[in-house]
């Protein structure tokens, strides 16, 4: 007689809170009607091999106190991870939790249950989309998409092939988990006095630890810094000037000069720190700072509009901005993440512990 098994890990990840995602939610409501379940996985569903995804389950209560758990299962083979948050539903109340999973390179669906006791009161799948760790995400936190759609066409050191997602503010993590599947995060016409100090802490963190961070100028210049610390700003944005050319721009990028009529809306006030990569007139356009391993950007124009939504250069400008740094080790291999290869010596060494 064949006997088949099935082992179970179950993760406990209420110390592992966090962020979110810009895809359409899938909702879950039980027969009664008394419990709904949005389910949204960070960043579209996408993540890098090795690295933490959140999730994040949206519950309405609209029946009895319920005191439950969220777990969301990982499944490869005969082997399955449980990812679990025990969660309060008052009467009527209304909850969104992050939920930290660690997915596979196989994951490509996520289960999702409610449970109360031993009884199952909803169950969703979530759709994931796992990355190659070569390939280079981008996540883009803005208003508008405008001139930020021609990130997509940008051509990367090595070959990298870079992948833009939406993110929006309240979905940024508070842990540095969260992020580390991103290469690259712009930042443009967002009010970023809503980001927690959780949030802040995760976001320079992620920056020292090798992240590199755009934040747009223009007329939303001063909501994109107002939530930053100065330490993290290279330019602190008091004033905005119309000028009438930004040809330091394309020669920044050394590619096609710039066309487009004038005036452009440029941000302008206290230099913090750091090198000015592009200048005219005497105003910065492009300053930038080193902070760790990492890098904090600061263009004084708005990214999604003009020069860049008609300049044939834009492409060009974007691969001097983002190139720097971004050449994938030749060392490390496409599937696994520098925290899978940190990791490993750990079960090597625990492995030769005598029993």
Partial sequence: ?????????IFLVFLFPLLGIFTTPVRAVDSGQTIKMDVTPAYQGYFKYGEWLPVWVMLDNYGPD????????????????IFEVPISLPTGAQKRVPVYVLPNNFTHE??????????????????VRPQPNINYLIGVIANQSGALTLIPGINLPGGRLPVPVDISLEDLPNRIEGLRSLDSLIINDIDTSNLTPDQVKA???????????????????????IGLPKDMLPIFATDLHEI??????ATFAETTPIRVPGPFIIATGEV????????????????????????????????TSSPFDAWVGTTAFWEAILSPG???????????SARQI??????????????
């Avoid at 976001?203 to 994109?224: E, H, I, T």
Wanted: aromatic residues 6%.
């Fill in 1 to 9: 007689m064949q006997i088949s098994y099935h082992k179970v890990k």
């Fill in 110 to 127: 996520l289960k999702v249950e409610l449970t109360s006791g031993n009884e199952t009161i909803l169950t969703q799948t979530a759709t």
């Fill in 326 to 336: 971004a050449a994938y080790p030749n060392w490390m291999p496409p599937d696994m």
């Fill in 272 to 303: 913090q720190q750091g090198q000015t990569l592009a200048e005219q007139n005497g105003y910065p356009l492009i300053q930038e700072i080193k902070l760790g391993d990492g890098t904090i950007t600061f263009i004084s124009l708005d990214l």
């Fill in 66 to 81: 319920l005191e439950a758990k969220i777990q969301i299962s990982v499944v490869r083979d005969f082997d399955q991870t």
């Fill in 342 to 355: 940190s990791a490993n010596p750990i079960g090597n060494s625990l492995s030769n512990i005598p029993s």
């Fill in 203 to 225: 976001l320079s963190d992620w920056v020292q630890n090798g992240g590199r961070l755009v934040v747009g100028g223009g007329s939303g210049a001063f909501q994109n810094i």
């Fill in 244 to 249: 009438n050319y930004v040809d330091a721009l």
